[in-house]
């Protein structure tokens, strides 16, 4: 049976270079066209993709999209397959770290010229950028940001608690669950808890606290900040949360509360921007919730990066470099990022881009605010639970640690603390 | 075959292997192909277990270190437990389950069509959606506890399903729900197939229904038990769709089960090897479990060519 | 035992009997009754409930109009897909795990015993692990994104079953019965044909329920090695899950469920009954 690995074949190439020149040329020759992967397929995800496909189309391409549904892993088994039998995508979804680790299976393209015409590098936040040019070449482009880490206020709950103050601090979230606690709010916390869940709750806390301790920590896992004590009051904050929450939601996804949520039996919930898309999709109100930044101890609002993107694989066919080019420029423009962004909730990834007008709710609009803010303030950091901060195998065994932790509240934070250390050296 | 062949009447003397070459093809072109992917495959395995393979396969020797690595794991020390639990307790009582179900539908009972198309159902249904509506089913807060508390009986608890400790047998309940109807059939046919004569002797000797059963009917059904369980432990170590809708290893990692931590280490984590020295690992379980059900096998062949 | 003699204790019987299959219909039931609310409906309230209002259109929306990205055609197409993978490879599978069994039961070859252990072996090889292994295979054959290469994948994979079952089937089969026809100078295929198949009615159904039921499942390979428009009705299912950042679609979803299942659902209530009493005849010896 013919089975043989295909690396050879895989590292034939190495990142080349591919001049304006040659794009330029293709362009004018040949019908753009793009083939691409991408895990979305439903709902605003769905309708977003779709929306960016219709302008490709609009400027001459041919669109051939494949939508993956189902988890990431599913995608990536595509992907895999697709790259082991030489024949990748001309571009694909794909996030964070696993952008550097993939680009090292088979040869990208280089998009330096592109970008810099379009000079994109200005307006993306850094620590995004990096994760783009893992060789110190541009091969990826973000599209969409969101954060992880926004606050969601119920309104009624607010009532209960007779409390009128977005909390700043986790000091004031933790008064503000207990009042909403003594105002008959029976449970002040209304997240889910699948593993990303559990993940965003840590992440959260311990950037809240402190953003370097987060960074030196979980993006750049040095060994004494894993031992450090803000480790362990992130895990004692994260297990407030969790006293707070209603024990039987198990795993279920967050969407399960929304009503709970909206209706003032539960009041605040961390989660991404695009909880508000879910919440106006399932029919809520808008005025009947608050958007805030998550909890940061220090004042100046902090940010969990989670943004999508785009990679791009070398392929020889000119109509497929001249599609990889249009769809470059597409990503990168504002206009395209605006209609994207306020499809799916998100915020777009240019920090140029006006947010006052129409189109944009008061959530996304805080959003990028306090993106900008994060910025400045070296705040904006990226997150673990959704694959930014570092590669899904040690993301995984991360969150091994912090989901057992959520669950189980026999374990000390202590304890956790040192169990999340040890993860680390074990998947290093 | 033989001989056979030397009856025949006389043919064109085309040799004897040209003439039966289609049948040859028909034979062993389909088996060859699939004895020659099953061992192909598992010896890629076993290769691709020693090598430092991350995102695609590659080439190269780590030694026993992905081995080491999968055992020293707790994702894989507590797959390993609930394998054990799981596989056992599934096991028998999905093979009591469906025993228990033939014979109520062996009482000469009408609507025994529906009835057995109910129990067969499940069968036929996508794990994905049964898991996901048996973690809707068994969540305290949304299923049949929510139910019992609904209608009044507010003191009532069943929440394993966020139960560390019993979470793995909301794991075992959806199992036996999906799949005792296989056992159930195989059981109802073995009762179907015990021979009236005998049993008809019983019953005028005086023997009553239990005594029956006991005595002629349960023991008949010895070689059937054997099928069944081989079958059902072949679902309980490749039981995977249905975990990751029902728990995905959870709460926390406490339901985690091999097949589970080897997609995982695969696709997830992408750790190649480590995922292929997991694989490797259940297949040695496998075999530490099929190879008693072998040698049971060849002893009863052996005993039936005796006798 | 299987007459009228112990009536008395009947009405427990039918009591139990009926107890037991409400609990197993249960799942169907919240499925049923989801399809019939609205996705608003359900995201409102709870996972598990009776309509307010009969949502019909969840089935005209999950059988031709929820969107997968671009394409909006419901699972009408993905339907197709999966039958044109299904049955193919159902009565491929079928067919010649029917021969190879008649010639290891009846035959009796060289190294029959060894191939036939390899075989079914393979009923435990786990698929998360085969996966790998069959994207070189189809790559170094070319049939990479096309739905041959499903077919391929899921008739030798499913040999191991079908072999098993018939071989089982076959080996109660009086050996006179071939011996005489031998005599009368019938062949391997002729004997097959005319002896053999007319007396399998019962195993095949037993094959052909389990081999369909399996393959229309199925949804690793089935997303792997397929792109865009060949996809299977699974994961057009899928795509109506939950993503993380969505609101669940559980109505069109329930409906969409119930559809994709109608083919196995339909195929265990016609064949329920030669299901049982193939394996009467199959999976005793």
Known sequence: ?428 | MSNAAAIRPGRPALPEWVRRLPEYLMIWVPLLLSAAHLISFSLWTIWISFTPSTLVPVSGWVGLRNYTAVAASRNWQIAFDNLLLFGSAFVVLSAATGLILAILLDQRIRGENALRSIFLYPLAVSFVVTGTVWSWLLNPGLGIQKLVHDLGWTSFKFDWLIDRDMAIWTIVIAAIWQSSGFAMALFLAGLRSVDADIVKAAQIDGAGPVRIYRRIVLPSLWPITVTVVVIQLQFAISTFDLVRALTNGGPGIATQLPALVVYDLMFQRSLLGRGAAAAVLMLLILLAVLLPYAAWRYVQRRRALHA | MRDHSFAPSRIWIYLVVTLIAAAWLAPLAVVVLNSLRSNEEIAQGSMIGWPQHLAWSNYPAAWSGFCVAETCSGIRPYMLNSALVTIPATIFSTLLGAIAGYAISLWRFRGDNWIYGIVTLGLFLPQQMRLLPWTIVLRDIGLINTLAGLVLIHTIQGLSFTTLFCRNYYVAIPHELIRAARIDGAGFFRIFWRIILPLSGPILIVTVIWQFTHIWNEFLYGVTFTTGQQQPVTAALIALSAAVADIPQHGVQSAAVIIAALPTLLIYLIGGKYFVRGLTAGAVK
Request: aromatic content about 6%.
């Open chain 1, 1 to 428: 049976m013919p089975i043989t690995t295909t690396r050879r074949r895989l590292l034939a190439g190495s990142v080349a270079t591919l001049a304006l020149p040659a794009f330029a040329r293709a362009q004018s020759a040949v019908k753009p066209r793009l083939t691409a992967i991408s895990q979305w397929s439903a709902g605003s995800d769905g309708a977003a993709i779709t929306a960016l496909g219709k302008k490709f189309e609009e400027k001459g391409g041919v669109w051939q999209h494949s939508p993956v549904p189902g988890f990431t892993t599913e995608m990536m088994n595509k992907l895999r397959a697709q790259i082991m039998a030489g024949d990748p995508p001309a571009c694909s979804q794909l996030k964070g770290p696993e952008i550097a680790a993939w680009s090292k299976i088979a040869p990208t393209v280089d998009l330096d010229a592109v970008v810099a015409a379009a000079g994109y590098e200005k307006v993306v936040a850094p620590d995004l950028a990096k994760l783009h040019k893992p060789g110190g070449k541009w091969i990826a482009l973000p599209l969409q940001i969101y954060s992880t880490n926004m606050l969601f206020l119920s309104k009624r709950a607010m009532d209960k608690a007779k409390a009128d103050k977005i909390p700043v601090t986790w000091a004031d979230f933790n008064d503000l669950a207990e009042k909403m606690k003594a105002g008959g709010v029976p449970y002040p916390i209304a997240n889910g808890g699948t593993r990303p869940d559990d993940g965003q709750k840590f992440e959260a806390a311990l950037a809240g606290i402190s953003p370097l301790a987060y960074r030196a920590a979980i993006m750049n896992l040095e060994k004494k900040a894993l031992e450090g004590p803000e480790i362990k009051a992130a895990f004692a904050q994260v297990r407030k949360i969790a006293d707070w929450m209603d024990p039987n939601v198990g795993a279920q996804h967050f969407s399960t509360n929304l009503k709970r949520f909206i209706e003032g039996d539960m009041g605040m919930m961390i989660m991404g921007g695009w909880a508000q898309g879910v919440l106006r999709n399932a029919g809520f109100k808008l005025e009947d919730f608050t958007i805030a930044p998550g909890p940061s101890n220090n004042g100046k609002p902090v940010f969990l990066l989670n943004a999508d993107a785009f990679i791009f694989w070398q392929r020889k066919e000119a109509d497929l470099q001249a599609g990889q080019t249009l769809m470059a420029q597409l990503v990168m423009d504002p206009a395209i990022q605006t209609m994207y962004s306020q499809i799916t909730g998100s915020i777009p990834v240019r920090t140029d881009v006006d947010l006052s007008g129409e189109g944009w709710s008061d959530g996304q609009r805080r959003t990028a605010a306090a993106l900008k803010d994060a910025i400045a303030s070296n705040q904006a950091v990226l997150s673990l639970a959704h694959n930014m901060a570092q590669e899904n195998g040690m993301t995984a065994a991360m969150i091994d640690v912090i989901t057992e932790y959520v669950k189980n509240k026999t374990i000390k934070p202590e304890q956790a603390a040192i169990r999340l250390a040890e993860a680390v050296e074990g998947a290093r």
